[in-house]
């Protein structure tokens, strides 16, 4: 997501800075599905579970939820990454 949104000079040192630039102008505008939205604010949550609850458990099912929900959004990102770059007009 940072990735993108550096190419719109946006930039942001927090993770919900990024996380809501992203929904504003890359999903609401439609460039990305709207249930990334969903899926993002998993991650987020689990993320944030993870780093700050050191009693919290996640099955494996739950796991590889978040693990397909991940490589779901990373494979549109590299697509609209290598689509902006090469549709890009030479400098």
Do not use: W
């Not at 919900?16 to 992203?22: D, E, H, K």
């Not at 993320?47 to 978040?66: E, K, P, Q």
């Amino acid at each position: 997501m940072k990735a993108i949104e550096a190419l719109d000079n946006f930039d942001s040192k927090r993770h919900t800075g990024v996380i809501q630039c992203f929904q504003q102008h890359y999903i609401k505008t439609g460039t990305f599905d709207i249930s990334f939205s969903r899926m993002i604010e998993q991650l987020q949550t689990a993320r944030g579970d993870s780093d700050y609850n050191i009693t919290v458990h996640f099955s494996l099912h739950a796991t590889n939820g978040y693990l397909d929900d991940a490589k779901v959004i990373v494979a549109a990102i590299e697509q609209y990454l290598h689509t902006r770059y090469t549709d890009a007009p030479a400098l």
